[in-house]
């Protein structure tokens, strides 16, 4: 069995894992991150890129170098609700340096982060290695066994973050409390090819009854048909051409492609939970993302939180994995920093649930934008506030963690 010894040992290369894998090995920190998956290519995955994140990278010097990857700006968000269109966030209003989301394929994103981090002497990723267990000697995590592409490997390492996403093995095993917060819908994940006669921007859109977003992946649309949890079967027994017809009811430029659905396999149902972590870490070992935290995909804020999860942790973790002595209570400190923010957007994801996408799916809410809502379109400078909520988030991180050149 291959032995391997590392600072620390970062389960999951999704916006967490990889990002936290780059500011350590740029303080100097030996890292060595484990991913599952052979590349970043996941197309539930999702591709919004924040003015908050775009800020990282500004505070990094790599933003340009960034920006210069296939991307779509997105200064507004609006959505088809009933009869009216509402634009709901407006980065403009935002005091960053870039004032929009970059819709970006999130392996582009995972990618351009691994060759950032690759430059660092202390940086390592293993692709195709599945964490399986982990090390615990006198009630402390000393590591993780992996199964990598030669067989089992032992890394030993003095911190273990487990940033392996919502179905986190982990969890499971570090036997640590989860307060289940629930969701009343579920996601059904779908393509249909992209024209260039389309129009460009993502679009969200509501009826009574069902909500559906598009999001522009080049030439083809990744597709979310929000469903109430549970209501997939019933759906099925309708058939699909049944399902199809409610597509190009909600979209009808779907229509002369809808055929490309020719199987319910094209389909993919993605759960879709909330919960949380009590506690976030055991000596030894730390929780961050959504293995600490799913997020809803209300406001698509998750990969924002995963990435404000790691700068704290590299923050406030780099000099303690530097002096090889980091305690619980660095580990608590990293907890202690991120619970609001995620227990504050975890609520406002919780009220759009329970006031607009139940109402939505049971058919209950009216036929146009509640007025609160419309409030957005008379007048707009209230579109600052959701976009800082989305965009931003309730307490953006900066870069603290120093470059070891
Ligand atoms: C349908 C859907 C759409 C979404 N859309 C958006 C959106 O538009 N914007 C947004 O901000 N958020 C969106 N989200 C939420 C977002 O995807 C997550 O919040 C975010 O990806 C969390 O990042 P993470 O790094 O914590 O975990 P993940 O992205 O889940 O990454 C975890 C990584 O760990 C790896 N892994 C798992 N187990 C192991 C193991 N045992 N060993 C090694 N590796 C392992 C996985 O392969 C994965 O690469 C969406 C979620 C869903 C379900």
Redesign the pocket.
């Known amino acids: 069995m291959m032995e391997l010894k590392t600072t620390c040992s970062v ?9 936290l894998g780059l500011l350590l090995a740029r303080a100097g920190v030996e890292v060595i991150v ?4 052979g590349d ?1 290519l ?1 197309d ?5 890129v ?1 003015p908050s994140t775009l800020e990282l990278m500004y505070e990094l010097g790599i933003l340009d170098k960034f920006l210069a990857l296939p991307h779509q700006k997105v200064t507004q968000l609006g959505g088809q609700i009933g009869t009216d269109f509402v634009t709901m966030a407006d980065f403009s209003y935002l005091p960053t340096k870039c004032k929009y989301i970059a819709f970006m394929p ?1 392996w582009d994103f ?1 990618d351009f982060i691994a060759d950032q981090a690759k430059q660092y002497p202390g940086f390592s990723v293993h692709m195709n ?4 267990q982990l090390i615990e000697e006198n009630d402390c995590i000393a590591g993780v066994v ?1 199964e990598g592409p030669d067989g089992e490997m032992r890394i030993k390492a003095d911190l273990v973050v487990a ?8 969890r499971e095993q570090a036997r640590l409390p989860l307060q289940e917060i629930g969701a009343p819908m579920d ?1 059904l ?1 779908m393509r249909l090819s992209r024209l260039p006669s389309d129009p460009p921007q993502t679009l969200g859109r509501i009826q009574p009854g069902v909500m559906f977003v598009m ?1 522009n992946r080049g030439d083809y649309w990744q597709c ?1 048909y929000i469903i109430a949890k549970g209501a997939l079967e019933k759906l099925q027994s309708e058939g699909l051409e049944s399902f199809q017809k409610r597509v190009v009811k909600i979209v009808p430029f779907t229509a002369d492609r809808i055929g490309e659905l020719q199987s319910w396999d094209q389909i993919k149902l ?3 939970q909330v919960n949380r972590l009590k506690k976030w870490y055991r000596k030894g070992l730390l929780f ?5 935290h ?4 209300v ?9 404000q ?2 700068v704290a942790a590299a923050n406030i973790l780099y000099k303690p994995l530097s002096e090889g002595n980091c305690t619980e209570e660095d580990l608590k400190k990293v907890q202690d920093r991120r619970t609001f923010p995620t227990v504050a957007t975890q609520d406002f994801q919780v009220a759009v649930q329970n006031n607009v996408v139940k109402p939505t799916l049971e058919g209950t809410i009216v036929s146009g934008a509640p007025w609160p809502v419309k409030l957005l379109n008379l007048i707009p400078p209230l579109r600052g506030i959701p976009a800082a909520v989305i965009g931003n988030g309730f307490r953006p991180e900066h870069i603290r963690s120093p470059e070891k050149k």
């Open positions: 389960v999951g290369g999704g916006p967490a894992g990889m990002m484990l991913e599952k998956h970043f996941r539930f995955r999702g591709d919004t924040h999130q995972l290695t599945k964490a399986t992996a940033a392996d996403g919502r179905s986190s093995i982990l996601v994940w999001l979310g993605l759960t879709v961050i993302g959504d293995a600490a799913a997020m809803s995909p406001g698509g804020v998750g990969i924002n939180l995963a990435v999860d790691a």
